[in-house]
């Protein structure tokens, strides 16, 4: 199917296109002109309604990896209620955008929050969000900087539990699980070292964010801490024999960035979960790479409403 | 005599004119591939942040300018369009239609308290841990915003070259 998206010359033979695979008449509803982010929206609710049929069928321990899975979208939705709070905007408007996936009943009051400790005992005590706020209690109120140090420290201590739910449950879910978060927890800690680089976030609180279910835990992450430039992360990767080769085909001819680098590392995991039976890891799997699949098209339809035709292959193809 | 001499002037002043136009072009081709880029750019970080994560819910209905256009006289009368950070302090510039002799120091004030806070980095919309296309892609329209500046000047002496030069070209 990918193969041909590149010759439309509108979205709106995207949208003919799709019809043809498994997504079929998903943007019927949606009026012209069919935006990017129209796509995305209804491709999100596709998924949920498939990952709803998986979970209304399922029965403990899955109902338990199902709900695992949901957190990291509350935990998107949280930080989307916050930062629109931040910038006035309506409950209403931004309840709208936020992720199928992640919904959850308490969601319009996140926004009355005005510190962490709030946040934890009028609104999310009560959700499966609350085990992961023990180390992000505070009393400070909620500006850009306190809020994205409350996403990541949300992110590592839900990874961290996820991790430990997997490993405790054993079998060949743990064998495909913990490879897998092992690197989402690595990948984490690469990414936010990159991205803090020239900001005002201190050495001291990026070591704080860094998830400890990984390879990188300790001596890497102590190592990365210190990091001041890409070099230097680079350094501490080639300390690690999965970490190397990614880092080697950061840049080269086909300008590959770090992120894009993982994105594929991530796919080749997920792919190979499916040749193991009788395990949970398919689920996870199948839904990070239809997620993978969804950027992809909104990347190829980005790049025909910005007639980018010679940008559209740099997508991860999924084979 | 005065005849050529009017002729050697017209003459400079449809090469300026010229030279003016190339100018331009060359500019609004340099405009046109920074504001692809920055666009190129926000599809990128849509990519690695989320499509929801990069867009009108991240920035608010009201915004404070940071940057704003600021006119002044050229020497040749005519207008100059320079953009600038709103709220820098601008050297004076002291045209050739300033009879008045100025004043080196000016009476002593008192400082005036700052009354606005420095402006924020419109960066921090979408996290303090931003991916660095998203800082390619305000980067590339910073540059945009310098080159609509110079576009904006550019046009102001080729209109006033057109109108010059040419009935006088007629004649």
Same mark, same amino acid.
């Given at each position: 199917?990918?193969?041909?998206?590149?010759?439309?010359?509108?979205?709106?033979?995207?949208? =003919?296109?799709?019809?043809?695979?498994?997504?079929?008449?998903?943007?019927?509803?949606?009026?012209?002109?069919?935006?990017?982010?129209?796509?995305?929206?209804?491709?999100?609710?596709?998924?949920?309604?498939?990952?709803?049929?998986?979970?209304?069928?399922?029965?403990?321990?899955?109902?338990?990896?199902?709900?695992?899975?949901?957190?990291?979208?509350?935990?998107?939705?949280?930080?989307?209620?916050?930062?629109?709070?931040?910038?006035?905007?309506?409950?209403?408007?931004?309840?709208?955008?936020?992720?199928?996936?992640?919904?959850?009943?308490?969601?319009?009051?996140?926004?009355?929050?005005?510190?962490?400790?709030?946040?934890?005992?009028?609104?999310?005590?009560?959700?499966?969000?609350?085990? %992961?706020?023990?180390?992000?209690?505070?009393?400070?109120?909620?500006?850009?900087?306190?809020?994205?140090?409350?996403?990541?420290?949300? #992110?590592?201590?839900?990874?961290?539990?996820?991790?430990?739910?997997?490993?405790?449950?054993?079998?060949?879910?743990?064998? =495909?699980?913990?490879?897998?978060?092992?690197?989402?927890?690595?990948?984490?800690?690469?990414?936010?070292?990159?991205?803090?680089?020239?900001?005002?976030?201190?050495?001291?609180?990026?070591?704080?964010?860094?998830?400890?279910?990984?390879?990188?835990?300790?001596?890497?992450?102590?190592?990365?801490?210190?990091?001041?430039?890409?070099?230097?992360?680079?350094?501490?990767?080639?300390?690690?024999?999965?970490?190397?080769?990614?880092?080697?085909?950061?840049?080269?001819?086909?300008?590959?960035?770090?992120?894009?680098?993982? #994105?594929?590392?991530?796919?080749?995991?997920?792919?190979?979960? %499916?040749?193991?039976?009788?395990?949970?890891?398919?689920?996870?799997?199948?839904?990070?790479?239809?997620?993978?699949?969804?950027?992809?098209?909104?990347?190829?339809?980005?790049?025909?409403?910005?007639?980018?035709?010679?940008?559209?292959?740099?997508?991860?193809? =999924?084979? | 005599?005065?005849?050529?001499?009017?002729?050697?002037?017209?003459?400079?002043?449809?090469?300026?004119?010229?030279?003016?136009?190339?100018?331009?072009?060359?500019?609004?081709?340099?405009?046109?591939?920074?504001?692809?880029?920055?666009?190129?750019?926000?599809?990128?970080?849509?990519?690695?942040?989320?499509?929801?994560?990069?867009?009108?819910?991240?920035?608010?209905?009201?915004?404070?300018?940071?940057?704003?256009?600021?006119?002044?006289?050229?020497?040749?009368?005519?207008?100059?369009?320079?953009?600038?950070?709103?709220?820098?302090?601008?050297?004076?510039?002291?045209?050739?239609?300033?009879?008045?002799?100025?004043?080196?120091?000016?009476?002593?004030?008192?400082?005036?308290?700052?009354?606005?806070?420095?402006?924020?980095?419109?960066?921090?919309?979408?996290?303090?841990?931003?991916?660095?296309?998203?800082?390619?892609?305000?980067?590339?329209?910073?540059?945009?915003?310098?080159?609509?500046?110079?576009?904006?000047?550019?046009?102001?002496?080729?209109?006033?070259?057109?109108?010059?030069?040419?009935?006088?070209?007629?004649?």
């Amino acid at each position: 199917m990918k193969s041909n998206l590149h010759i439309l010359p509108s979205t709106t033979d995207l949208k =003919i296109h799709l019809q043809t695979t498994d997504y079929g008449n998903f943007l019927n509803n949606q009026t012209n002109p069919l935006t990017v982010s129209k796509i995305d929206t209804e491709m999100r609710q596709k998924l949920c309604r498939e990952f709803d049929y998986f979970r209304n069928h399922s029965l403990e321990p899955l109902s338990t990896f199902f709900t695992y899975m949901t957190c990291s979208y509350m935990i998107d939705n949280v930080i989307l209620l916050m930062n629109g709070a931040l910038q006035k905007k309506s409950v209403k408007e931004i309840l709208v955008k936020c992720h199928p996936l992640g919904r959850f009943t308490e969601m319009e009051a996140v926004n009355i929050a005005e510190t962490t400790s709030d946040l934890f005992n009028a609104v999310l005590v009560e959700t499966p969000l609350a085990p %992961f706020f023990q180390d992000c209690m505070s009393e400070n109120t909620l500006d850009e900087l306190n809020i994205e140090l409350l996403r990541n420290k949300l #992110y590592k201590s839900y990874l961290e539990a996820f991790y430990k739910f997997c490993k405790n449950h054993g079998d060949v879910t743990a064998e =495909i699980m913990c490879p897998i978060l092992e690197f989402e927890a690595d990948r984490r800690a690469f990414i936010i070292t990159l991205n803090s680089f020239g900001t005002e976030l201190s050495k001291e609180d990026r070591e704080t964010l860094y998830p400890t279910c990984g390879k990188l835990y300790p001596e890497g992450l102590r190592l990365l801490a210190q990091a001041e430039d890409f070099d230097q992360m680079k350094r501490v990767a080639e300390h690690y024999g999965v970490y190397k080769p990614l880092f080697d085909a950061v840049g080269g001819s086909g300008g590959k960035t770090l992120e894009d680098v993982f #994105y594929e590392r991530e796919v080749q995991m997920n792919v190979l979960a %499916f040749n193991r039976q009788f395990h949970y890891g398919v689920f996870y799997a199948y839904v990070k790479l239809k997620e993978q699949e969804m950027r992809n098209i909104v990347w190829i339809a980005e790049c025909i409403s910005q007639r980018h035709r010679t940008k559209i292959n740099s997508y991860i193809p =999924i084979l | 005599m005065a005849a050529r001499d009017v002729r050697t002037e017209l003459d400079s002043l449809i090469l300026q004119l010229l030279a003016d136009l190339e100018e331009l072009e060359a500019k609004r081709a340099a405009l046109n591939g920074r504001v692809e880029e920055g666009w190129l750019s926000l599809a990128q970080a849509r990519y690695a942040m989320g499509v929801k994560s990069v867009g009108p819910l991240q920035y608010a209905s009201r915004m404070e300018p940071q940057v704003c256009v600021c006119a002044s006289e050229a020497p040749d009368g005519l207008q100059n369009l320079r953009v600038v950070r709103a709220g820098a302090q601008i050297p004076e510039e002291v045209g050739p239609r300033e009879a008045a002799l100025r004043r080196r120091k000016g009476p002593t004030k008192t400082p005036e308290p700052e009354s606005t806070t420095a402006p924020q980095d419109p960066l921090n919309w979408f996290g303090i841990l931003v991916p660095h296309s998203l800082r390619q892609a305000q980067a590339s329209f910073r540059d945009g915003l310098q080159l609509a500046g110079d576009i904006a000047t550019l046009q102001i002496r080729i209109s006033w070259g057109q109108r010059i030069c040419f009935p006088n070209f007629l004649q």
